[in-house]
Nanobody, 120 residues
Framework: QVQLVESGGGLVQPGGSLRLSCAASGRIFNIYAMGWYRQAPGKQRELVATITSGGSTNLADSVKGRFTISRDNAKNTVSLQMNSLKPEATAVYYC??????????????WGQGTQVTVSS
């Protein structure tokens, strides 16, 4: 019904920057919150940042001041600008969206994930 496709992951040196993007497509009536989560090896998935349709943001304390989340409601996209990256940011990053697909149906969707590796 709804697909989320991430792009922009890769290998970056400590202190570097990466920009992740996620595009939602399919049967979309409305998208409420969108966000990014990450999962490092051996750890649970954790919230990185979320943004409402109105533009209100919530960022994990560990990334405040370095990461920025933004979205384009007209294009159904969400982006995560990551600056001053640290090795502990290494993880698979997942896009998430709370989507209404009809007047009676609303569900939470995940992308397939994109690997971010911060290493020298």
């Amino acid at each position: 019904q709804v697909q989320l496709v991430e792009s922009g992951g890769g290998l970056v040196q400590p202190g570097g920057s990466l920009r992740l993007s996620c595009a939602a497509s399919g049967r979309i009536f409305n998208i409420y919150a969108m966000g990014w989560y990450r999962q490092a090896p051996g750890k649970q998935r954790e919230l990185v940042a979320t943004i409402t349709s109105g533009g209100s943001t919530n960022l994990a304390d560990s990334v405040k001041g370095r990461f920025t989340i933004s979205r384009d409601n007209a294009k159904n996209t969400v982006s995560l600008q990551m600056n001053s990256l640290k090795p502990e940011a290494t993880a698979v990053y997942y896009c998430n969206a709370d989507v209404r697909t009809s007047s009676l149906s609303r569900a939470n969707y995940w992308g397939q994930g994109t690997q971010v590796t911060v290493s020298s």
